[in-house]
């Protein structure tokens, strides 16, 4: 399916807009199975999604039954939980020490581990709550994901190993311009969902994503987010959207 854009007016309105689809999945997903299961993106732009879905809980028109969601997360910087950039805690204190979820449903990536260590771990959890059938992938109803100056999403970093797993769900990805290990989905993981959400907001980022968008294919790694089966969702703000 082609990409659906929707461009807002700033990135208040994008947190609105990004926590009112993330609410939307639920509920179709909850309508229509068990389970909710959704993996959080990282970076900065989705806390403000996190803080506003935390504050919706407290509308009994718009709470959400925690106990049958499960949260993932999309990657995670090779730090412990308690850093400060950690993708966990940012969720954490946006999100999920703000909610009654049961803690068996959150799903943190141990990056205070080895990296490689970490991801397999993580796969083995993804396993557990999605027992693969040969040649199955797992279909999350919702991946939340962020855009980087540099077209990265998730830890998928251009120039980067990860870019080309085709049989990991997880892999520990080493980022060289940034001299770390990430841990992080792969694509095929990613193409395999429901729903694959975009949240991009501001200026900085209006140029790549106009390459991204409407630019030659295979050029960012954002370019390869294209769900085999499922929707892909962009929402952006004018400023990001102001080359389009
Ligand atoms: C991370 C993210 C990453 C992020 C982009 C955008 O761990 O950093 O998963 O992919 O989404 O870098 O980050 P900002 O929202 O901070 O611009």
């Known amino acids: 399916m082609p990409p659906e854009i929707k461009v807002v007016e700033n990135l208040p309105a994008l947190s609105r807009a990004g926590a009112d ?65 950690s993708n966990y805690r940012m969720a ?8 009654s979820i ?4 959150v799903h943190r990536i141990r990056a205070e581990l080895d990296a490689n260590v970490a991801a397999s771990q993580y796969e083995t959890a993804l396993r557990d709550l999605f027992p693969p059938k040969p040649g199955e992938w797992p279909r999350f109803d919702l991946i939340m994901l962020g855009m980087g100056p540099d077209g990265h999403t998730a830890s998928l970093f251009p120039g980067t190993a990860a870019l080309n797993e085709n049989s990991r769900w997880v892999v520990a990805n080493w980022v060289e311009k940034l001299k770390t290990w990430r841990i992080t989905f792969t694509f095929p993981l990613i193409n395999h969902a429901a729903e694959v959400l975009f949240l991009v907001a501001g200026d900085d980022k209006s140029q790549v994503l106009k ?34």
Do not use: M
Request: hydrophobic share 40%; glycine share 6%; net charge neutral.
């Open 21 to 85: 689809e993330f609410s939307r999945c639920a509920r179709e997903a909850l309508s229509a199975h068990e389970r909710f299961v959704v993996a959080l993106s990282g970076g900065s732009t989705p806390k403000a999604v996190f803080s506003l879905l935390a504050d919706d809980q407290k509308d009994p028109a718009k709470c959400l039954p925690w106990e049958r969601i499960h949260l993932f997360f999309g990657d995670e910087r090779h730090v412990p939980p308690t850093d400060k950039d």
């Open 211 to 244: 390459e991204v968008l409407q630019g030659k294919p295979g050029v960012y790694p954002c370019q390869r987010v294209q769900p085999v089966n499922g929707r892909l969702l962009w929402i952006i703000d004018k400023a990001a959207a102001r080359l389009l």
């Open 102 to 105: 049961p803690p068996q449903n």
């Open 92 to 99: 954490d204190e946006s999100l999920l020490s703000k909610i």
